[in-house]
């Protein structure tokens, strides 16, 4: 754990340490998920580096990054901050959970930071994987896009596996899709039909594979 701001270069030791070994940042060294979401607007990775962070700013003009880890005592988490504050680049933190059912109040704060964007946009979690690939598939969806495009956005080809606990962001999209897609736009659907416990209720008690199946073949009536 690091906790506080680089403010000497013990500090500074300190939060690389921490984030190469206990944050695991050593494998995103030269690993990197980098993908378009929306095109020339939108891209997702795992927790980027700070040198990958600079090299972003000026390859793709970044005009913010979008935290999805939310802020945490960590090193990673330090020198990201750090990195954007010396490139004058908005280090947004938007948190979300990938083992639970999507919080309403979350995905509307994410819509409303969505909205308020200026120019292109990073978003990261820890490995890019589950709550990036939520986040993906949600902004996928407020730029009117369907369902089936929003769950390309998690996939085993960035190390998202619906068959384990994170199958519930998966259950959350065919949720939407079994009982409003066609009839009611994706953003008022959360407002005012999302029920967040049933999903985790539903999930809880059927697990990945029977809700996951049944979500997909049984698309019925919105009600």
Not at 27 to 37: A, E, G, S
Not at 89 to 95: G, K
């Amino acid at each position: 754990m690091f906790k506080g701001t680089l403010t000497s270069p013990q500090k500074r030791l300190h939060a690389w340490y921490d984030s190469l070994f206990h944050d695991h940042a050593i494998f995103r060294l030269t690993w990197t998920n980098l993908t378009p979401v929306v095109a020339g607007k939108i891209w997702r990775c795992n927790h980027p580096t700070p040198a990958r962070l600079r090299h972003l700013h000026k390859k793709l003009h970044l005009e913010s990054v979008i935290n999805l880890r939310g802020h945490r005592q960590c090193g990673s988490d330090a020198l990201a901050r750090h990195t954007c504050q010396s490139l004058n680049l908005p280090y947004i933190d938007m948190a979300f959970e990938s083992r639970n059912a999507p919080h309403k109040d979350r995905i509307l704060r994410f819509y409303d930071i969505y909205q308020k964007l200026n120019g292109p946009t990073l978003l990261h979690c820890k490995s890019g994987a589950d709550r990036t690939g939520l986040a993906s598939g949600l902004i996928i969806l407020f730029e009117g896009g369907c369902t089936q495009e929003a769950l390309k956005q998690l996939h085993w080809r960035f190390l998202h596996f619906k068959g384990s606990r994170t199958g519930v962001l998966d259950a959350f999209f065919l949720l939407y899709q079994q009982e409003a897609e066609g009839k009611i736009p994706f953003i008022d659907w959360v407002r005012s039909h999302y029920d967040e416990d049933g999903l985790r209720t539903a999930f809880r008690k059927d697990r990945a594979t029977t809700l996951l199946s049944s979500l997909s073949t049984n698309v019925g009536k919105f009600g």
